[in-house]
């Protein structure tokens, strides 16, 4: 998930793990300085997000089935989600693309999901966990451990089959404008097959992963300054109201308002493309 809201990023603390990514995953840290309360409005990112809580004041996310505070898992059909938090605290926040989602947490109906408590997944593990990262004297060593959790949770190395592989390579690739028909081509499958293996796995249908990537790409045009006909050409839109009701019906924004977003203001901060 991005965001968008009042939050004055000099009073926030930005932590990424050193060296490469495992690929799949990602992880930032967040440490908020400020007394004053956070309230932002989170809007979706082609990826399924578990956010840690390690602070004790508790931070809420309220989705369409109502507050989930604490550890939370946001997954592909999130939307807009509104983020609380009574002031000062710390998040360690994971990304996991569709892939490593599938192998790692292996719950469809949450990765395809909106907003829910991380212990519907791993129970007291979560718990358990938080309490280890809270511990911990560095961000470094909280990123080593949160990422031997996933490995034991994940077998082998994300075992997939590499047609699925493929197809999310592909959909990210192309920036999610490649045409479902022609990925099912290229890895041998029906068109059927492959809808039913991306519902069966993560929960959504290859359009909606894709429409995910596209909007992704959008959103950091908007932010970066590029006017909404533009973003909407060079994103795959058929044209400015296109992007505008798709923006509106993912997100309840309009882009305007995305490109104002202040989390994406700090995306290459926390999310390194290099």
């Known amino acids: 998930m991005t965001a968008s809201g009042l939050l004055d990023w000099s009073r926030v603390e930005v932590a990424v793990?050193?060296?490469?990514?495992t690929p799949g995953v990602r992880m930032a840290g967040f440490r908020y300085y400020d007394i004053g309360a956070v309230d932002l409005t989170?809007?979706?990112h082609p990826s399924v997000t578990?956010?840690?809580d390690l602070t004790e004041r508790g931070v809420a996310y309220n989705g369409p089935a109502g507050p989930v505070v604490g550890n939370a898992i946001i997954g592909l059909r999130a939307g807009a989600l509104r983020m609380t938090s009574a002031?000062?605290?710390?998040?360690?926040?994971?990304?996991l693309s569709p892939v490593a989602a599938a192998a790692i947490l292996r719950d469809t109906e949450m990765i395809g999901g909106t907003v829910t408590s991380l212990s519907h997944l791993w129970g007291s593990s979560a718990g358990i966990l938080t309490e280890r990262l809270r511990s911990m004297p560095s961000w470094d060593d909280r990123f080593a451990l949160t990422a031997a959790f996933l490995r034991s949770r994940a077998p082998g190395r994300f075992a997939a089959a590499p047609e699925f592989v493929y197809a999310w390579d592909?959909?990210?690739?192309?920036?999610?404008?490649l045409r479902i028909e022609t990925i099912a081509t290229e890895t041998g499958w029906t068109r059927r097959r492959l809808w039913s293996h991306f519902r069966t796995r993560i929960g959504v249908s290859p359009k909606h992963a894709a429409e995910l990537v596209r909007f992704d790409h959008a959103a950091h045009l908007l932010a970066a300054g590029r006017s909404p006909?533009?973003?909407?050409?060079?994103a795959g839109y058929t044209d400015q109201?296109?992007?505008h009701r798709r923006t509106k019906a993912i997100t309840d924004m309009t882009p305007p308002l995305v490109a104002r977003a202040p989390w994406l203001a700090i995306d290459e901060t926390a999310w390194p493309t290099s």
């Open 17 to 21: 793990p050193a060296g490469l990514p």
């Open 42 to 44: 989170m809007i979706p």
């Open 50 to 52: 578990l956010l840690l």
């Open 87 to 95: 002031g000062a605290g710390e998040v360690l926040q994971i990304r």
């Open 170 to 177: 592909q959909t990210v690739r192309t920036r999610g404008q």
């Open 229 to 234: 006909a533009d973003a909407a050409v060079e």
């Open 241 to 243: 109201s296109h992007l």
